[in-house]
């Protein structure tokens, strides 16, 4: 029997889609509603747009998360290039310890390390505000971006570090020119997969933010608990598309960078390699 | 005396409790091809990576064109490498490729573009020059490989197994090609190959390793012919071995009283002594096949033959010196099987290695 062509699976499948692009679609529809209480279609508008882009908790909530997801992306950045440069060259035992600091990052649920930060930074008399936020972020930011640049370093041939300074370049040049060179799709990647994530994120913000530096998510989660208006929608929408661009970016460079050296990279594996 | 190319003076290379190179000493003269075989993990290609600069030596001292190069990193050395896997640059065309060692030289604008396209040319790779790597077949990234190290003009260029990646009859031609490259270019080559053929058929000279140790360095016909060890006549080729004792030296040939056989002449090395246990090495193609019993009364019955093509191996057993290998012409009727053979070698065919070598 065909178990893909059986009628549970295609009703569970329906449902999937239904519950997933359902709200997403009445989203995006209801933010063009000229009708305020969203009991039906009042007509095609684009007021709600300009509200929300006059709204100025909106908008210090916007600046707020853009330099949050901006210096969170750039600290895990730095965390995963320095890592995946030590990684290479530690013994085993070493790189095990190292993966499972990785992993423990992102298994770990979100609430509790942001409790644990919370109590930390309260212990040791830490400000909370954007900096505990950015430092919150970067915990599970940098295990992601560590996951990509070290696949893509996995794939690195040392030979080909070996082949640069046989050619006369310095260890400087043989890092600009080949290792960085080589990483660089990987990280920019991860560098817009950190963005995105910091982007969208409630959980650890509320916790570490402190009196004031609301970012967008929190104000979004704010406004909704005293009213709903088309005004959410349109910032919701703004947002989906503003994340899924960036999402679809790192797809894309990670897919067409091509595989390097002997090894290949992780979608190698993807396509069955 | 002028400077050797590449001049290797008691080196030794530990790793750990690892010996890969012991108490080395090599000379390269200028212009050679010289090539160093032997087995996986006898210590070649650690004396290659040592002469680049990857590797420093423990102990000893390597010199390039005179000058001492203990200290001194692998992007400072007037040597080039092509790697076996040719580590070409994934994210580089093949121009920028073969042009990479000239950048970081400071080569200028206008003399990078003529050098480059000469290298180009020399491997015949015009017209691809703004391809990428992967979109190359295995020979041709050899070449740019190749091109990528000759470039910069380097007194000596280090080859790790270089064709080790290609099918047979790719290897063949560009063994024949890098011959005729070596020549033209006049560079110093230092080829590493576990092939003893490949480094047979391009070489100057060749160096033998094994467990870490040079065991002989000579033209291939020397190292053929007259090996200095057991394991040197094996490994360059097929070779039947009697078990004797010399008794005697006359001129340049030693008389020697094979076991079981009596007393034959032998050349050998010098500076054997009478008395002295040795093995007598005698080629499969030395030894030859008689429809009758020689004079020396020697037969053998034919155990089993295998066709070749140009030649046939013919697997003997011989009453007094136990299993033979010989090898026969491919055309005509082969020997049959079972059947009586006599048995007859030159005595300048038969080669005299110190049995104290035997065991190893």
Known sequence: MNVRRHPFAASVSLLVLLFLWLPLIVVAV?????????????????????????????????????????????????????GALWWRRASPKARAVYDGLIYARIILPEVVSATALFFLFLKIHFTLG?????????????????????????????????AAADLGATPWRTFRRVTFAALLPAIIAAGLLAFTFSFDDVVTSVFLQGASNTPLPVVILGMIRFRITPEINAIGLLVMLFTVTLMSMAVLIYATAGSLGRRGNMLDIYRGR | MTDAAVDISRVEKRFGDLVAVRDLDLRIEPGEFFSIIGPSGCGKTTTLRMIAGFEDPTTGRISVGGRDMTGVRPYRRPVNTVFQSYALFPHLDVFENVAFGLREAKVGRAEVRTRVDEAVALVQLQGRERSRPRQLSGGQQQRVALARALVNRPEVLLLDEPLGALDLKLRTD??????????????????????????????DRVAVMNHGLLEQVGTPEEIYHRPASSFVADFVGTANRFAGRVEGVEADRYAVAIDGIGRRTARGPAGLESGAAVLVLVRPENLVLNGSVGDGGLDAHVVDTAFLGAERTVRLHSPKLGELTATARGSGEPPEQGSRVGLSWADDDAWLIPAADAAS
């Open chain 1, 30 to 82: 209801n933010s063009f509603n000229q009708q305020t209480i969203m009991a039906g279609w009042g007509g095609f508008t684009t007021h709600w747009y300009g509200l929300a882009l006059h709204d100025q908790n909106v908008r210090t909530g916007l600046e707020t998360t853009l330099y949050i997801a901006v210096a969170s992306a750039l600290l895990s950045l730095a965390i995963a290039v320095s």
């Open chain 2, 174 to 203: 560009m063994q024949t090609q890098l011959k005729d490259l070596q020549r033209s270019v006049g560079v110093t080559f230092c080829y590493v190959t576990h092939d003893q053929g490949e480094a047979f058929s391009m070489s």
């Open chain 1, 130 to 162: 954007l900096t505990a936020i950015v430092i919150g972020h970067t915990v599970w930011n940098s295990a992601y971006a560590a996951i990509i640049v070290q696949a893509r370093m996995a794939g690195l041939d040392p030979a080909l570090e070996e």
